[in-house]
């Protein structure tokens, strides 16, 4: 057990090593692993201008998604909670686009969310009545904390002007879309 121990350790410093020249060498057109992962968050690096926008585009495409499902299979409150964020996250599409265009930052924005949040978004199809609102209230919950956690993280070392400014104006509204979140729960 000793000797595990000591491996790891000595190891450790080789692993942070290389996430660090991992972390140096993105390139705007790299997706970020290390954010996608967790390595920033593991070790305190802030998300870069890239990682927010790349991360916020993603959850404004688990947005849309899930506004369709729970348009057929959600209470009333539950169907204008999705639609309210919805078009919330249509808004902040453009906002995107606006400043990957004019900021000159080039991003690659998958089409697609990844393959994990598909993969939620299809265990939500498949469900119906209390499994869905169980299930779409859980996730809403996790994605909207994930999207808040992002972008407090940013706001503490800022890259970018223009995004530090989209991170301050869609703060206050994701912090609303929770609490909203919790009246339904």
């Not at 070790?43 to 369709?68: C, I, K, T, Y």
């Not at 104006?169 to 919790?182: F, I």
């Amino acid at each position: 057990m000793i000797r595990l121990i000591a491996g790891l350790v000595a190891i450790l410093p080789a692993i942070v090593v290389f996430a660090g020249a991992i972390a140096g060498s993105e390139t705007p057109r790299k997706r970020s692993l290390l954010e996608d992962v967790g390595f920033k968050r593991l070790f305190g690096w802030p998300p870069n201008e890239h990682d927010v926008l790349r991360l916020l585009h993603e959850f404004n495409m688990v947005q849309l998604r899930s506004a369709d499902l729970a348009a057929t299979r959600g209470t009333e409150p539950i169907r204008q909670y999705a639609a309210a964020q919805a078009e919330l996250a249509r808004k902040r599409e453009i906002e995107i686009g606006r400043l990957n265009m004019f900021g000159l930052l080039n991003i690659d924005f998958a089409p697609d969310p990844s393959l994990i949040r598909r993969n939620e978004l299809a265990g939500l199809q498949g469900e119906v009545g209390q499994d869905f609102i169980r299930d779409y209230l859980d996730k809403q919950k996790d994605d909207v904390d994930g999207a808040i956690g992002l972008l407090r993280r940013y706001l503490l070392h800022p890259d970018n002007d223009d995004v530090r400014r989209f991170a301050k104006q869609q703060l206050p509204l994701l912090e609303r879309a929770k609490e909203e979140l919790l009246k339904l729960q």
